[in-house]
Protein backbone atom coordinates (compact mmCIF):
# COMPACT_ATOMS: atom_id res chain seq x y z
CA UNK A 1 0.00 0.00 0.00
CA UNK A 2 1.30 3.38 -0.84
CA UNK A 3 1.92 6.04 1.73
CA UNK A 4 1.50 9.93 2.18
CA UNK A 5 2.22 12.14 4.40
CA UNK A 6 -1.43 13.50 5.31
CA UNK A 7 -2.85 15.07 8.68
CA UNK A 8 -6.57 14.75 9.18
CA UNK A 9 -8.37 17.86 10.42
CA UNK A 10 -9.02 17.79 13.67
CA UNK A 11 -9.02 20.00 16.92
CA UNK A 12 -5.49 20.52 18.51
CA UNK A 13 -5.36 21.08 22.47
CA UNK A 14 -2.76 23.62 22.41
CA UNK A 15 -3.33 25.74 25.38
CA UNK A 16 -2.26 28.81 26.37
CA UNK A 17 -0.61 27.76 29.56
CA UNK A 18 1.35 25.40 27.93
CA UNK A 19 2.80 28.20 25.61
CA UNK A 20 3.33 29.92 28.39
CA UNK A 21 5.97 27.64 29.78
CA UNK A 22 7.91 27.17 27.08
CA UNK A 23 8.21 30.92 27.34
CA UNK A 24 9.35 30.79 31.27
CA UNK A 25 11.53 27.99 30.23
CA UNK A 26 13.19 30.16 27.53
CA UNK A 27 13.00 33.13 30.30
CA UNK A 28 15.47 31.11 32.44
CA UNK A 29 17.60 30.01 29.94
CA UNK A 30 18.13 33.32 28.31
CA UNK A 31 20.27 34.23 32.03
CA UNK A 32 23.05 31.80 31.17
CA UNK A 33 25.84 32.89 30.80
CA UNK A 34 26.66 33.88 27.06
CA UNK A 35 27.58 31.28 24.91
CA UNK A 36 25.03 28.64 26.13
CA UNK A 37 23.43 27.02 23.41
CA UNK A 38 19.82 28.56 23.25
CA UNK A 39 17.32 25.59 23.22
CA UNK A 40 14.23 24.99 21.16
CA UNK A 41 11.30 23.45 23.06
CA UNK A 42 8.77 20.65 21.44
CA UNK A 43 5.33 20.87 22.38
CA UNK A 44 2.47 18.54 22.28
CA UNK A 45 -0.33 18.45 19.66
CA UNK A 46 -3.24 16.75 20.44
CA UNK A 47 -5.74 15.40 17.82
CA UNK A 48 -9.42 14.29 19.71
CA UNK A 49 -10.58 13.12 16.52
CA UNK A 50 -7.54 10.40 16.88
CA UNK A 51 -7.20 10.51 20.68
CA UNK A 52 -9.06 6.85 22.03
CA UNK A 53 -8.53 7.44 25.68
CA UNK A 54 -6.12 4.38 25.52
CA UNK A 55 -3.19 5.82 28.41
CA UNK A 56 -0.51 4.74 26.36
CA UNK A 57 1.15 8.11 26.42
CA UNK A 58 0.29 8.90 29.49
CA UNK A 59 1.85 5.72 31.38
CA UNK A 60 4.45 6.30 28.65
CA UNK A 61 5.60 9.77 30.22
CA UNK A 62 8.30 9.58 32.76
CA UNK A 63 7.88 12.76 34.04
CA UNK A 64 3.49 12.31 34.64
CA UNK A 65 3.13 15.54 32.25
CA UNK A 66 -0.15 14.01 30.50
CA UNK A 67 -3.24 12.93 32.23
CA UNK A 68 -6.39 11.88 30.94
CA UNK A 69 -9.07 13.88 31.35
CA UNK A 70 -12.90 13.09 29.72
CA UNK A 71 -11.13 10.40 28.24
CA UNK A 72 -8.56 12.64 26.17
CA UNK A 73 -4.61 12.99 26.85
CA UNK A 74 -3.85 16.76 28.07
CA UNK A 75 -0.84 18.05 28.81
CA UNK A 76 -1.07 19.45 32.51
CA UNK A 77 2.65 19.40 33.69
CA UNK A 78 4.37 21.15 30.75
CA UNK A 79 6.94 22.25 33.10
CA UNK A 80 7.63 18.93 33.90
CA UNK A 81 8.77 17.85 30.07
CA UNK A 82 12.03 16.46 29.49
CA UNK A 83 11.94 16.39 25.52
CA UNK A 84 12.08 12.80 25.38
CA UNK A 85 9.29 12.24 22.93
CA UNK A 86 7.88 9.10 24.53
CA UNK A 87 4.47 10.09 24.47
CA UNK A 88 4.15 10.32 20.66
CA UNK A 89 6.56 7.43 19.41
CA UNK A 90 4.02 5.21 21.79
CA UNK A 91 0.91 6.66 20.36
CA UNK A 92 -0.90 3.91 18.44
CA UNK A 93 -3.52 5.80 16.65
CA UNK A 94 -0.33 9.23 15.64
CA UNK A 95 -2.99 11.26 17.81
CA UNK A 96 -0.19 12.80 19.81
CA UNK A 97 3.09 14.71 17.69
CA UNK A 98 5.49 17.62 18.97
CA UNK A 99 7.13 19.74 17.10
CA UNK A 100 8.36 22.82 17.47
CA UNK A 101 6.92 25.82 19.12
CA UNK A 102 7.02 28.15 16.09
CA UNK A 103 6.56 24.99 13.38
CA UNK A 104 3.15 23.48 12.50
CA UNK A 105 2.57 19.72 13.60
CA UNK A 106 4.25 17.12 11.66
CA UNK A 107 1.99 15.20 9.39
CA UNK A 108 0.00 11.77 10.06
CA UNK A 109 1.29 9.04 7.89
CA UNK A 110 -1.80 7.19 6.73
CA UNK A 111 -2.54 4.78 3.72
CA UNK A 112 -2.80 6.69 0.64
CA UNK A 113 -6.95 6.87 0.21
CA UNK A 114 -9.18 9.95 -1.14
CA UNK A 115 -12.17 11.94 0.70
CA UNK A 116 -14.23 8.88 -0.19
CA UNK A 117 -11.63 6.62 1.43
CA UNK A 118 -10.83 4.99 -2.04
CA UNK A 119 -6.97 4.21 -2.16
CA UNK A 120 -5.09 4.75 -5.49
CA UNK A 121 -6.24 1.37 -6.49
CA UNK A 122 -9.63 2.05 -8.13
CA UNK A 123 -12.06 0.22 -6.47
CA UNK A 124 -10.71 -0.45 -3.33
CA UNK A 125 -11.62 0.72 0.16
CA UNK A 126 -10.00 1.53 3.44
CA UNK A 127 -12.15 2.06 6.04
CA UNK A 128 -11.95 2.07 10.36
CA UNK A 129 -8.98 2.28 12.30
CA UNK A 130 -6.80 1.15 9.14
CA UNK A 131 -7.66 4.32 7.84
CA UNK A 132 -7.00 6.42 10.42
CA UNK A 133 -10.55 6.66 12.07
CA UNK A 134 -11.25 4.95 15.08
CA UNK A 135 -13.87 4.40 17.35
CA UNK A 136 -16.77 1.76 16.97
CA UNK A 137 -19.13 4.90 15.97
CA UNK A 138 -16.75 6.02 13.39
CA UNK A 139 -15.75 2.73 11.80
CA UNK A 140 -19.58 1.47 11.52
CA UNK A 141 -20.62 4.85 9.64
CA UNK A 142 -17.46 4.40 7.34
CA UNK A 143 -18.86 1.20 6.39
CA UNK A 144 -22.06 2.66 5.22
CA UNK A 145 -20.73 4.93 4.09
CA UNK A 146 -18.37 2.67 1.41
CA UNK A 147 -20.92 1.39 0.17
CA UNK A 148 -23.68 4.04 -1.08
CA UNK A 149 -20.68 5.85 -2.51
CA UNK A 150 -20.01 2.29 -4.68
CA UNK A 151 -23.47 2.78 -5.57
CA UNK A 152 -23.46 5.67 -6.24
CA UNK A 153 -20.64 5.38 -8.56
CA UNK A 154 -22.41 3.08 -11.14
CA UNK A 155 -21.97 -0.35 -9.11
CA UNK A 156 -24.30 -2.87 -10.72
CA UNK A 157 -25.01 -6.24 -8.60
CA UNK A 158 -24.26 -9.20 -10.59
CA UNK A 159 -22.20 -7.05 -13.02
CA UNK A 160 -19.12 -9.51 -12.58
CA UNK A 161 -20.95 -12.51 -13.77
CA UNK A 162 -21.41 -15.98 -12.72
CA UNK A 163 -18.72 -16.76 -9.58
CA UNK A 164 -18.34 -13.26 -8.45
CA UNK A 165 -19.67 -11.63 -5.77
CA UNK A 166 -20.30 -7.09 -6.18
CA UNK A 167 -17.90 -6.61 -2.64
CA UNK A 168 -15.46 -8.59 -0.74
CA UNK A 169 -14.83 -7.08 2.83
CA UNK A 170 -11.71 -7.97 4.78
CA UNK A 171 -12.69 -7.60 8.90
CA UNK A 172 -15.64 -8.19 10.73
CA UNK A 173 -15.29 -5.73 13.25
CA UNK A 174 -17.86 -2.97 12.90
CA UNK A 175 -16.44 -1.11 9.63
CA UNK A 176 -17.25 -4.83 8.08
CA UNK A 177 -20.15 -5.70 9.80
CA UNK A 178 -21.32 -2.24 8.77
CA UNK A 179 -20.35 -2.76 5.30
CA UNK A 180 -21.78 -6.25 4.66
CA UNK A 181 -25.45 -5.14 6.20
CA UNK A 182 -25.34 -2.02 3.47
CA UNK A 183 -24.54 -4.57 0.92
CA UNK A 184 -27.59 -6.45 2.06
CA UNK A 185 -29.73 -3.34 1.90
CA UNK A 186 -28.62 -1.94 -1.74
CA UNK A 187 -29.04 -5.54 -2.74
CA UNK A 188 -25.25 -6.84 -3.46
CA UNK A 189 -23.54 -10.00 -3.40
CA UNK A 190 -20.73 -10.15 -0.73
CA UNK A 191 -18.43 -12.01 1.41
CA UNK A 192 -17.27 -11.44 4.57
CA UNK A 193 -13.73 -12.50 5.53
CA UNK A 194 -12.65 -12.91 9.07
CA UNK A 195 -9.42 -14.72 10.02
CA UNK A 196 -10.28 -15.22 13.88
CA UNK A 197 -12.86 -17.85 14.34
CA UNK A 198 -15.64 -15.40 15.55
CA UNK A 199 -16.88 -12.29 14.40
CA UNK A 200 -15.87 -8.68 15.63
CA UNK A 201 -13.24 -10.56 17.93
CA UNK A 202 -11.54 -7.29 19.27
CA UNK A 203 -15.64 -6.39 20.97
CA UNK A 204 -15.63 -10.44 21.89
CA UNK A 205 -12.47 -10.18 23.73
CA UNK A 206 -13.65 -7.50 26.08
CA UNK A 207 -13.99 -8.72 29.61
CA UNK A 208 -17.58 -9.94 30.76
CA UNK A 209 -19.30 -6.60 31.58
CA UNK A 210 -16.91 -3.86 30.33
CA UNK A 211 -19.03 -1.09 29.09
CA UNK A 212 -18.13 0.43 25.60
CA UNK A 213 -18.79 4.06 24.47
CA UNK A 214 -20.43 5.15 21.87
CA UNK A 215 -17.74 7.28 20.57
CA UNK A 216 -17.18 10.32 19.37
CA UNK A 217 -20.11 11.72 21.56
CA UNK A 218 -20.60 14.45 18.61
CA UNK A 219 -21.77 12.63 15.69
CA UNK A 220 -24.82 10.46 15.18
CA UNK A 221 -24.58 6.37 13.56
CA UNK A 222 -25.88 6.55 10.43
CA UNK A 223 -25.10 3.19 10.44
CA UNK A 224 -27.68 -0.15 9.71
CA UNK A 225 -25.25 -1.56 13.26
CA UNK A 226 -26.52 -0.44 16.42
CA UNK A 227 -23.51 1.83 18.13
CA UNK A 228 -24.77 3.01 21.57
CA UNK A 229 -23.59 2.97 25.08
CA UNK A 230 -23.68 -0.45 26.57
CA UNK A 231 -21.82 -3.44 27.97
CA UNK A 232 -20.53 -5.54 25.68
CA UNK A 233 -22.73 -8.57 26.40
CA UNK A 234 -25.46 -6.16 25.66
CA UNK A 235 -23.75 -4.22 22.12
CA UNK A 236 -23.26 -7.76 20.90
CA UNK A 237 -26.57 -9.06 21.93
CA UNK A 238 -27.77 -6.52 19.69
CA UNK A 239 -25.55 -7.26 17.06
CA UNK A 240 -26.39 -10.54 16.70
CA UNK A 241 -29.70 -9.63 16.59
CA UNK A 242 -29.47 -7.58 13.38
CA UNK A 243 -26.89 -9.57 12.08
CA UNK A 244 -29.19 -12.46 12.46
CA UNK A 245 -32.38 -10.76 11.20
CA UNK A 246 -30.55 -9.16 8.13
CA UNK A 247 -29.01 -12.95 7.24
CA UNK A 248 -25.71 -12.02 7.60
CA UNK A 249 -22.91 -14.20 6.46
CA UNK A 250 -19.01 -14.36 7.94
CA UNK A 251 -16.44 -16.57 6.33
CA UNK A 252 -14.44 -17.03 9.82
CA UNK A 253 -10.87 -18.81 10.17
CA UNK A 254 -9.59 -17.26 7.07
CA UNK A 255 -6.58 -14.59 6.31
CA UNK A 256 -6.26 -12.98 3.33
CA UNK A 257 -3.15 -13.54 1.23
CA UNK A 258 -3.55 -11.79 -1.75
CA UNK A 259 -5.55 -9.24 -3.21
CA UNK A 260 -4.81 -8.60 -7.19
CA UNK A 261 -6.80 -5.99 -9.52
CA UNK A 262 -7.78 -7.91 -12.58
CA UNK A 263 -7.31 -5.84 -16.14
CA UNK A 264 -11.25 -5.55 -16.52
CA UNK A 265 -11.26 -3.85 -12.76
CA UNK A 266 -12.54 -6.39 -10.42
CA UNK A 267 -10.58 -8.08 -7.95
CA UNK A 268 -9.29 -11.58 -7.26
CA UNK A 269 -9.26 -12.49 -3.72
CA UNK A 270 -6.87 -15.30 -2.18
CA UNK A 271 -7.40 -16.67 1.22
CA UNK A 272 -5.92 -19.50 2.96
CA UNK A 273 -9.11 -21.35 2.40
CA UNK A 274 -10.37 -19.87 -0.80
CA UNK A 275 -10.49 -18.11 -3.67
CA UNK A 276 -12.87 -14.74 -4.64
CA UNK A 277 -14.02 -12.96 -7.20
CA UNK A 278 -15.21 -9.32 -6.80
CA UNK A 279 -16.08 -6.12 -8.03
CA UNK A 280 -15.04 -4.64 -5.55
CA UNK A 281 -13.12 -4.66 -2.22
CA UNK A 282 -13.42 -3.09 1.22
CA UNK A 283 -10.49 -3.60 3.67
CA UNK A 284 -11.61 -3.22 7.43
CA UNK A 285 -9.23 -4.74 9.22
CA UNK A 286 -8.49 -2.86 12.28
CA UNK A 287 -5.04 -2.46 13.73
CA UNK A 288 -4.87 -4.00 17.30
CA UNK A 289 -1.67 -5.12 18.38
CA UNK A 290 -0.09 -6.67 21.39
CA UNK A 291 -0.55 -5.48 24.90
CA UNK A 292 1.39 -3.11 26.57
CA UNK A 293 3.78 -4.87 29.09
CA UNK A 294 4.81 -3.70 32.45
CA UNK A 295 8.78 -4.33 32.33
CA UNK A 296 9.54 -6.27 34.87
CA UNK A 297 10.51 -10.03 35.93
CA UNK A 298 8.29 -12.48 36.24
CA UNK A 299 5.40 -10.80 34.06
CA UNK A 300 5.64 -13.73 31.66
CA UNK A 301 4.60 -16.52 34.32
CA UNK A 302 1.23 -18.32 33.53
CA UNK A 303 -0.88 -16.02 36.55
CA UNK A 304 0.32 -12.90 35.17
CA UNK A 305 -2.42 -11.54 32.69
CA UNK A 306 -3.06 -8.75 30.10
CA UNK A 307 -6.26 -9.25 29.44
CA UNK A 308 -9.38 -10.22 31.47
CA UNK A 309 -11.98 -12.82 30.01
CA UNK A 310 -13.93 -13.96 32.13
CA UNK A 311 -14.04 -12.93 35.97
CA UNK A 312 -15.57 -15.70 37.15
CA UNK A 313 -12.57 -17.51 36.85
CA UNK A 314 -11.62 -15.67 39.76
CA UNK A 315 -13.97 -15.87 42.19
CA UNK A 316 -13.01 -16.39 45.88
CA UNK A 317 -9.65 -15.80 44.42
CA UNK A 318 -6.86 -13.32 45.53
CA UNK A 319 -6.94 -10.35 42.26
CA UNK A 320 -4.10 -7.73 41.77
CA UNK A 321 -4.94 -5.28 38.94
CA UNK A 322 -2.46 -2.63 38.41
CA UNK A 323 -3.28 0.63 37.08
CA UNK A 324 -5.40 3.69 37.31
CA UNK A 325 -7.33 3.86 33.66
CA UNK A 326 -10.45 3.03 32.45
CA UNK A 327 -9.38 -0.86 31.60
CA UNK A 328 -8.12 -0.96 35.13
CA UNK A 329 -11.06 0.23 36.79
CA UNK A 330 -13.64 -2.10 34.83
CA UNK A 331 -11.34 -5.12 35.49
CA UNK A 332 -11.68 -4.45 39.02
CA UNK A 333 -14.92 -3.93 39.31
CA UNK A 334 -15.63 -6.72 37.12
CA UNK A 335 -14.18 -9.00 39.56
CA UNK A 336 -15.03 -7.52 42.72
CA UNK A 337 -18.81 -8.16 40.95
CA UNK A 338 -17.22 -12.07 40.67
CA UNK A 339 -16.26 -12.61 44.34
CA UNK A 340 -12.53 -12.27 43.95
CA UNK A 341 -10.59 -10.25 46.22
CA UNK A 342 -9.56 -7.24 44.72
CA UNK A 343 -6.55 -5.03 45.19
CA UNK A 344 -6.30 -2.05 42.79
CA UNK A 345 -3.14 -0.80 42.84
CA UNK A 346 -2.32 2.98 40.97
CA UNK A 347 0.96 4.78 41.02
CA UNK A 348 -1.54 7.83 41.58
CA UNK A 349 -3.12 9.79 44.23
CA UNK A 350 -6.38 10.33 42.12
CA UNK A 351 -8.21 7.94 39.71
CA UNK A 352 -8.63 11.29 37.33
CA UNK A 353 -7.49 9.44 33.89
CA UNK A 354 -10.63 7.36 33.57
CA UNK A 355 -14.01 8.04 33.04
CA UNK A 356 -16.60 9.62 35.71
CA UNK A 357 -19.05 6.50 35.78
CA UNK A 358 -15.73 4.17 35.96
CA UNK A 359 -14.55 5.80 39.34
CA UNK A 360 -17.45 6.29 40.99
CA UNK A 361 -18.04 2.35 40.36
CA UNK A 362 -14.72 1.80 41.98
CA UNK A 363 -15.49 3.90 45.01
CA UNK A 364 -18.78 2.49 45.12
CA UNK A 365 -16.91 -1.28 45.50
CA UNK A 366 -14.32 0.03 47.94
CA UNK A 367 -16.86 1.83 50.42
CA UNK A 368 -18.76 -1.66 50.48
CA UNK A 369 -15.28 -3.23 51.21
CA UNK A 370 -15.00 -5.40 48.12
CA UNK A 371 -11.52 -3.25 46.34
CA UNK A 372 -8.82 -2.19 48.30
CA UNK A 373 -7.40 0.59 46.50
CA UNK A 374 -3.74 1.02 46.95
CA UNK A 375 -3.07 4.17 45.38
CA UNK A 376 0.89 5.50 46.27
CA UNK A 377 4.15 4.18 47.88
CA UNK A 378 3.12 0.75 46.39
CA UNK A 379 5.92 -2.35 46.99
CA UNK A 380 5.05 -5.35 45.52
CA UNK A 381 7.22 -8.07 46.87
CA UNK A 382 7.03 -11.67 45.81
CA UNK A 383 8.22 -14.66 47.97
CA UNK A 384 10.89 -16.23 46.00
CA UNK A 385 10.66 -19.35 47.91
CA UNK A 386 7.11 -19.40 47.16
CA UNK A 387 6.03 -18.03 43.53
CA UNK A 388 2.11 -18.22 43.95
CA UNK A 389 2.68 -15.81 47.45
CA UNK A 390 3.41 -12.11 47.13
CA UNK A 391 2.98 -9.12 49.48
CA UNK A 392 1.88 -5.77 48.69
CA UNK A 393 2.93 -3.07 51.40
CA UNK A 394 2.19 0.51 51.82
CA UNK A 395 3.06 2.43 54.75
CA UNK A 396 3.99 -0.24 57.02
CA UNK A 397 0.89 -2.38 56.45
CA UNK A 398 1.39 -5.98 53.93
CA UNK A 399 -1.45 -7.67 52.77
CA UNK A 400 -0.47 -11.39 52.13
CA UNK A 401 -2.74 -12.83 48.62
CA UNK A 402 -2.25 -15.94 46.90
CA UNK A 403 -3.75 -16.10 43.41
CA UNK A 404 -3.84 -14.72 40.12
CA UNK A 405 -3.35 -11.07 39.26
CA UNK A 406 -4.58 -9.12 36.40
CA UNK A 407 -2.90 -6.28 34.86
CA UNK A 408 -3.41 -2.99 32.84
CA UNK A 409 -1.03 -3.36 31.09
CA UNK A 410 -1.01 0.60 29.52
CA UNK A 411 0.00 1.68 33.02
CA UNK A 412 3.17 1.33 34.28
CA UNK A 413 3.50 0.45 38.52
CA UNK A 414 5.37 2.63 40.35
CA UNK A 415 9.02 2.99 40.90
CA UNK A 416 8.76 1.02 44.01
CA UNK A 417 7.94 -2.76 41.96
CA UNK A 418 10.93 -4.85 43.10
CA UNK A 419 9.76 -7.83 41.53
CA UNK A 420 6.92 -10.26 40.81
CA UNK A 421 6.68 -13.56 40.26
CA UNK A 422 3.18 -14.65 40.56
CA UNK A 423 3.30 -18.76 40.00
Known sequence: MIGVHLWVPAVFVLVSALVAAVHARRRRFAAEPAGATPVDYLVHAINDD???GCETCVSACPTKVLEL??????????????????????????????????????????PAIDANFETPVPGQYLIGEVAG???????????????????????????GGAGSVD??????????????????????SYV???????????????????????????????????????????????????????????????????????????????????????????IATGTRGKPRTLGIPGENLPQVHSRLDDPAEF????????????????????????????TLAYRGRALSR????????????????????????????????APARFEVERMGRRRDARGVRAVDPSVRPAAGVEWLGIG
Open 69 to 110: IDHKSRVVRFEDCVQCEACARVCPTQALVMHKLDETPPPIRL
Open 50 to 52: RCT
Open 315 to 342: ASRDALVVGGGDSALEAAVALAGAGARV
Open 192 to 282: LIEKEQVVASTVMRYPKGKPSMAEPADCDNVSLLPVFDATKEELVAAWTRVLDGAGVRVSCGEAVEAITRRDDGGFDVRTNVAAYRAQRVV
Open 133 to 159: KPLVKNAANLGRFVVEHMRANGLRAGA
Open 354 to 385: AQKANRAAVDREVAAGRIDRLPAGLAIVADRR
Open 167 to 188: VAIVGSGPAGLSAALSCIHSGY
